[in-house]
Structures are given as structure tokens and as C-alpha cells.
């Protein structure tokens, strides 16, 4: 079936240093949706990018993804970390037909100043 | 942006018993979502409910599971019974008709302890 996956569970990076937060995907389907998901302590996943067209870069509050089909992949980056990202990030995947959210395992940012 | 509101926040029932977990979803969406996230894993889809009916479920949407959404009020999930297995968080979501109709917004939970 469907799968994501976040090869880091756990990022601590210094403030002001570059985020890539790594995320590839399986699906039999040729043209899936792509989502990321942050979660800050206490508060509802909010979502943060969607993308379901191949090599275009989309960006919002300061972070941007590319969905990259040749490589099943959607990584997220910012250029410069902020504390205010220290969250859990989740990304995500929407199967054609389907509404179900196919979740990775989520990765925790830690931004230290 | 739109919000979506869940109660109650924490749940703590006997192993055996019914429970309801209730969402108010965002006014005009009009699809429905169930996920659950058990302590240190990833969310996992149960369910998605459109116009009464139930569209999709997963293997978690066990028979005790039942979701139904009356009259435009709240959207419930019950579980009757409950088992030690359910305990987990359940977060509801919902997302508008039309293109939007991927963006699912979520709400905060409810930690649901089943002893």
C-alpha cells in the first residue's frame, strides 16, 4: 500500500541555520497529493504546503517544497530557522480516488538559539 | 484560519463502556475525518463520512466503531465497547467541498484513556 516516509525523527539545529526536513513517498498512483502538516506542543496539525504538480516549487510562511516525482520525494526547507519552528512536522499523501491522509512518522524540529 | 473544535479534550473511561468523541467541524466543510495517533506513532486514518454516509475506512474502523453526524450538529465517533487498545488520541478533521476538498483541517484531539 501507500507509505511515507521521514527518515529523521529528530532535528536540533541552531537558529538562523538552513532546514531540510527529508520526506519520500510510495504510491502506485501517478498523481498523488503532498502535503506537509506542523504540529506545535498542544495545538491542532496545521497545514503548512500542498503540492500536486511535478517540479513546481511551492512556498508558504517562509518554507518551500518541491514534489519531485522521478524521485518520490517532497522535502521541506527553509532557508533560515526561527525558535518559533520548533514544532513536529508531519508530511503527508493523498492517493488518487482517495481522501485518506497517508501520515510519516513525523520529524520533532528543535531550533536553539 | 478556519478551526475546527473537538470535545472533550481528555477522556477517561472503563474498559467495556461506550464513549462518544465529539468535533464541531469548520461551518461549511462537508467532508469528514476520523484519525487516531497512538502515544508515539503516526497518525493513522479510520474513517471519512460525506452527505450520512460513510465513504472510506481502514482496518482500524473496527464493528465497535460507528460515526454519524445528525442533523448538522456534531460529528461523532462512538466506540461501544471500548477496549484497552483504544487508547489513543483521536483527532477529527474536515475539509471543504470542490477542489479544496484534500486540505483536511484538523482539531486538537481528544486523548481518549480507556483503563
Known amino acids: 500500500g501507500d507509505s511515507v516516509t521521514q527518515t529523521e525523527g529528530l532535528v536540533t539545529l541552531t537558529e538562523g541555520l538552513p532546514v531540510m526536513l527529508n520526506c519520500t513517498y510510495q504510491t502506485i498512483y501517478s498523481n498523488p497529493f503532498l502535503f506537509w502538516y506542523v504540529q506545535h506542543l498542544n495545538e491542532s496539525p496545521r497545514l503548512l504546503l500542498k503540492s500536486f504538480t511535478d517540479n513546481k516549487r511551492t512556498e508558504h510562511q517562509g518554507f518551500h517544497a518541491t514534489l519531485h516525482k522521478s524521485s518520490s520525494s517532497f522535502h521541506l526547507q527553509k532557508s533560515s530557522a526561527q525558535l518559533s519552528d520548533s514544532a513536529l512536522y508531519y508530511c503527508?499523501?493523498?492517493?488518487?480516488?482517495?481522501?485518506?491522509?497517508?501520515f510519516g512518522s513525523g520529524t520533532q524540529l528543535t531550533v536553539m538559539p | 484560519g478556519p478551526k475546527v473544535l473537538q470535545i472533550p479534550s481528555h477522556q477517561i473511561i472503563d474498559m467495556g463502556q461506550m464513549v462518544t468523541l465529539n468535533c464541531d467541524p469548520v461551518?461549511?466543510?462537508?467532508?469528514f475525518y476520523w484519525y487516531k495517533q497512538i502515544l508515539g506513532q503516526q497518525m493513522e486514518f479510520l474513517v471519512n463520512f460525506y452527505n450520512g454516509k460513510v465513504m472510506e475506512k481502514s482496518k482500524l474502523f473496527k464493528d465497535q466503531f460507528s460515526v454519524e453526524r445528525p442533523d448538522g450538529s456534531y460529528f461523532t465517533l462512538k466506540i461501544q465497547p471500548t477496549a484497552l487498545e483504544d487508547s489513543a488520541v483521536y483527532f477529527c478533521?474536515?475539509?471543504?467541498?470542490?477542489?479544496?476538498?484534500?486540505?483536511?483541517?484538523f482539531g486538537p484531539g481528544t486523548r481518549l484513556t480507556v483503563l
Open positions: 461551518s461549511n466543510h462537508l467532508y
Open positions: 503527508a499523501l493523498v492517493s488518487s480516488g482517495s481522501w485518506q491522509l497517508i
Open positions: 478533521a474536515s475539509s471543504a467541498p470542490g477542489q479544496s476538498s484534500y486540505e483536511q483541517y
